[in-house]
């Protein structure tokens, strides 16, 4: 699997992931600005990511759940059942082709997402610097 240099980069890779997908849906919306009955659609990920980062900061056993009564519903597994939801906007009003793609805020969300994982990119990019860093100085000692 590789060297981490920190539990968080696994999840900030991931992160990146559900950037570039948003980045392809709002570009797909501003594709279908001009098509008759197209709704915007969107992707919401941050949930699952706060649950992922809630994970990675609990050290402790996982609690099974104990199944007492043949009547109860299996467990759900998180791992399963977190991932990104594409979802239609409907904030928007809709014009009179049944489109509710607004380019205005199309472009904003756009420009929100890129500096979003650009930030990411950095994050990443630090991490890396400090890591190489501390084998760096290791390296002098003698």
Known sequence: MGLH???????????????????????GNIANVDTPYYRARDIRF??????EAQTLRSEGPVLEMALTNPMHLDPIDA???????????GTHPTRNDGNNVDIDIESTEMSKNAIMFEALTNGIKKQAMIFKSVIDASGKVQ
């Open 5 to 27: 240099i920190s539990k968080s980069l696994p999840l900030a890779i991931e992160a990146l992931d559900f950037r570039a997908m948003r980045q392809k849906v709002i570009s």
């Open 46 to 51: 941050e949930d699952l990511l706060a649950k």
């Open 79 to 89: 791992r399963e059942s977190g991932r990104a939801k594409l979802f239609f906007r």
